[in-house]
């Protein structure tokens, strides 16, 4: 019998620097690409309670003794919000996992988070220090931190998801919706 | 070659008799459920500018050549906000129809439009004359009205885009993205 594997994948909308929140939208997804249903709530820009607020979203939802699996496109939301994969696989019993496009340019982000952000140095401490793994793909490579889950697994279900570019379904589907939520239109790639 | 088929389903978000307006998510599916983008727009609760709001929010975005149907969630959006299915079709070019899990009950819908709707009489009249046809799937049938396609072909189209139960992908999707985002998380079927 197949595995009836889910993943939640989680984005935000887009937003300007001068916006006090943003929307972020979670996607419970069935392999491959089954919406089963749609998570959302609001994290401050460059705010601190990024990884409490998917914690209470995901905790307090009928969702979450399902999912094999958190993904969130990149290891913030709303700017700077940074997401403690350790604390978010903890609190919800989930293995969690961060994408980027991008291999992480430390000397870049250290540079932005000094501009914009008082509190810098423990925040570029906790980003810069985990694993980053780089998975191959069929088009350019993806750059992954996971907690609560080896690698090889990790890759095998974000191959499970994956239907055309790079991008898991699960999150490229959150990125439509938060998108066109907040646009009118969803626009771009996640 | 297999044709690329596209659909705009339409739904609203829950709301109360109370609200204002209500959210409006459009999703652009490709056949069976492949998401390609979200379009959203705000209506009046038992007002009058759903079928204006949803001809603007489609013929304004770049999706307006690619769907070959427009489907939305029964015959009105926001209680008694009335979607032109004629009016939709002529002005943005793509055939309409709606769906209703029930066969309409006319001597109920009446008497919900005079306690609600001083201008009950016309609506009343607009919702009650098109023909609905009765289409039987594995499940219960559901109950339809069409502007611009036959019976036939949208019959066909409908079954294309249905995966479970009887309700097409591109109304589900819509129904859990507007749900999940205005209460948080989404319940329910549409």
Chains 1, 2 share one sequence.
Not at 27 to 36: F, G, K, Q
Not at 78 to 104: A, H, V
């Amino acid at each position: 019998m197949k595995q009836k594997l889910r993943v939640i994948g989680i984005d935000d909308s887009p937003f300007k620097f001068e916006d006090e929140d943003v929307l972020v939208v979670g996607s419970i997804v069935r392999a491959p690409n089954y919406l089963e249903g749609v998570l959302s709530t609001r994290v401050k820009v460059d705010g601190l309670d990024a990884t409490d607020k998917l914690i209470q979203m995901i905790s307090n939802s009928r969702f979450a003794e399902q999912p094999c699996m958190i993904m969130t496109d990149g290891a913030a939301l709303g700017g700077f919000n940074l997401i403690d994969l350790k604390k978010l696989w903890k609190q919800t019993g989930i293995p969690s996992l961060s994408i980027s496009r991008d291999e992480p340019d430390f000397v870049k982000i250290k540079k932005a988070m000094k501009k914009h952000l008082p509190d810098w140095k423990d925040k570029f401490n906790k980003i810069s220090s985990g694993d980053i793994y780089k998975i191959e793909t069929e088009h350019k490579p993806i750059f992954v931190q996971i907690e609560g889950i080896d690698i090889s697994e990790a890759e095998r279900i974000i191959k499970l998801f994956t239907i055309r570019g790079r991008i898991p379904e699960p999150i490229r589907m959150s990125h439509i919706v938060a998108s066109g939520i907040v646009r009118g239109e969803s626009k771009g790639k996640p």
